[in-house]
């Protein structure tokens, strides 16, 4: 799919803060820098299956604020799924998808990606794309289980729009 933006400080404080930040250039301890990223990259790989997602040889690298992610899944949706979910973390602000889908899995349009502007709804949202605010459920659920709730929905934060009938 190729690599998507996100705004780094507006996701889930997944990684931030849960590892130390590495240490100022004159002091630098390699294998502490290390760690730190093996920690973050851990943990970023544990919010992708604690959300089910199913990824066939799941590797993913961290290069700073750069995510890149590997492996299989099944379906379209889930490969947007997984790209969003680690790019709504706040200190990602890149994800580059080199995510692969089954070869039986059917043919589907691509989601439109939209970034959650302050004093947005998912109705304003769905008015906005569909043409009809009542059709928020759409965005609700193409958007679980990351969103658990169609009122927390948070600028900066980056949701799946999909195509409709």
Do not use: C, W
């Amino acid at each position: 799919m190729g690599i998507f933006s996100f705004l780094k400080n507006a996701g889930a404080s997944t990684i931030k803060g849960k590892a130390a930040e590495p240490a100022a250039p004159a002091t630098r301890d390699l294998a502490a820098e290390i760690a730190n990223r093996t920690k973050k990259i851990n943990l970023l790989r544990e919010l992708v299956e604690s959300f089910g997602f199913k990824v066939k040889d799941l590797m993913i690298d961290l290069d700073g604020e750069a995510v890149t992610v590997h492996g299989e899944v099944e379906t379209y949706e889930q490969r947007e799924k997984v790209v969003l979910v680690l790019g709504n973390v706040d200190g990602v602000a890149s994800v580059d998808d080199r995510l692969t889908v089954a070869p039986s899995a059917p043919a589907a349009p691509p989601a439109v990606f939209y970034e959650v502007q302050k004093g947005d709804s998912l109705s304003k949202i769905a008015k906005a794309h569909y043409g009809d605010a009542m059709k928020y459920p759409v965005i609700f659920e193409a958007n679980k289980p990351m969103l658990k709730d169609p009122d927390s929905i948070y600028p900066g934060q980056v949701l799946r729009i999909p195509a409709i009938d």
